[in-house]
């Protein structure tokens, strides 16, 4: 059995982040995103391979992943040879397969039971399933409305207030029978959600629904990706190295933290990380390999990548930093702030 990883987008929401960092291989914590579903993808025995859909920088996400024998898994790479949309990367990805597939929105942290969700898909004979999650605001998503036996019967949208039904969406998540896919155009952008599903609507085909309420989450915007990390150290969602049980600061073996310097957990500080005598290292932070944060200054709340440093007396507080950045000395890089890589602060600067 085949998964198709939809990871093929530019991440725009996440720029500038994702300006040298496809979205698959932004890191939670010290990981790529990508292991995450490929962990879970795992979890099934009959999944043999995984099937990466790819447009944006396909050759940074394939010297990360290889041929996936370290993790243990078949990885298999598809370039689009230009944006396809949902659907059309679909088509393009599984033009030769057979059996049923599972397919990913490359954005998407779940804990979901995949083997539930393929029972369901097969007992009731499903041409596809899809998986749906609860929100509290369903003005700002797509619902997706099912009868009382679990078929999908309509999508809208974001609605108006008045036009909610019910607070389930798409959590980007599909068992689907590729003999569904001739009616997806090939070579052509083309919308699973706005144009497959609904197909199999009108068609009256066996079109069902899986509703989980555990954890999902959409890593694409720069608040969400930063929730994704207080969610593992908070344990809503369990993942290395905030398990239970485990120390709720996180230190790699050669991590320097000298004379009177502060770390408040959860922090979570890779290897090399060195911190100078004064410096506090605040609730919530992720400190990236070979970073230095010099005499006296704050982090707190904050994730910086690989191979930045922080320069004496600085304050850095609920920001997003890319890798090899310079945060000036004295400076103050404020709450939401998000710096691309090689970003350079000037001493005493206030952002």
Same mark, same amino acid.
């Given at each position: 059995m085949k998964a198709i990883l939809l990871a093929g987008g530019k991440g725009t929401r996440l720029r500038p982040l994702t300006v040298h960092t496809p979205k698959p291989i932004v890191p939670i914590f010290n990981r790529p995103f990508l292991h995450y579903q490929i962990d879970l993808l795992k979890q099934v025995p009959e999944i043999d391979e995984v099937i990466l859909s790819l447009n944006y920088q396909p050759r940074r996400i394939e010297d990360v992943f290889g041929?996936?024998?370290e993790l243990g898994i078949t990885i298999r790479y598809v370039v689009e040879p230009s944006p396809l949309g949902t659907g059309g990367a679909i088509r393009y990805a599984g033009e030769s397969l057979t059996d049923s597939v599972v397919v990913f929105n490359g954005d998407v942290l779940t804990q979901i039971d995949l083997a539930a969700v393929l029972q369901l898909? !097969?007992? !009731?004979?499903?041409?596809?399933? %899809?998986v749906l999650t609860p929100v509290e605001n369903p003005t700002a998503y797509g619902l997706v409305e099912t009868d009382a036996a679990g078929n999908v019967r309509r999508f809208l949208e974001k609605p108006n207030e008045d036009e909610i039904t019910c607070d389930t969406i798409n959590a980007g998540i599909y068992v689907l029978e590729p003999e569904t896919f001739d009616r997806i155009p090939r070579d052509t952008a083309w919308s699973i959600e706005r144009s497959y599903f609904p197909s199999l609507i009108e068609r009256g085909e066996t079109f069902v629904a899986y509703t989980y309420r555990g954890y999902w989450i959409?890593?694409?915007?720069a608040a969400k990706y930063t929730q994704v990390h207080r969610d %593992?150290?908070?344990?809503?969602?369990?993942?290395?190295?905030f398990v239970d049980g485990a120390p709720r600061v996180f230190t790699a073996p050669d991590? !320097? %933290?000298e004379g009177d310097a502060v770390v408040e957990g959860p922090a979570f500080l890779d290897e090399g990380v060195v911190v100078k005598s004064g410096a506090r290292i605040g609730p919530y932070s992720v400190i990236? !390999?070979?970073t230095q944060l010099e005499e006296n200054c704050h982090v707190r709340g904050s994730i910086l990548w690989a191979n930045n440093r922080v320069g004496r007396d600085a304050v850095v507080e609920d920001a997003i930093i890319g890798r090899h950045c310079h945060v000036g000395r004295g400076s103050e890089i404020g709450a939401g702030t998000v710096l691309g890589d090689k970003s350079a602060?000037?001493?005493y600067s206030r952002m």
């Open positions: 041929d996936g024998s898909h !097969r007992e !009731r004979q499903a041409k596809a399933t %899809i959409d890593i694409g915007t %593992i150290m908070d344990g809503r969602y369990q993942a290395p190295p991590v !320097r %933290i990236g !390999r070979q602060v000037t001493d």
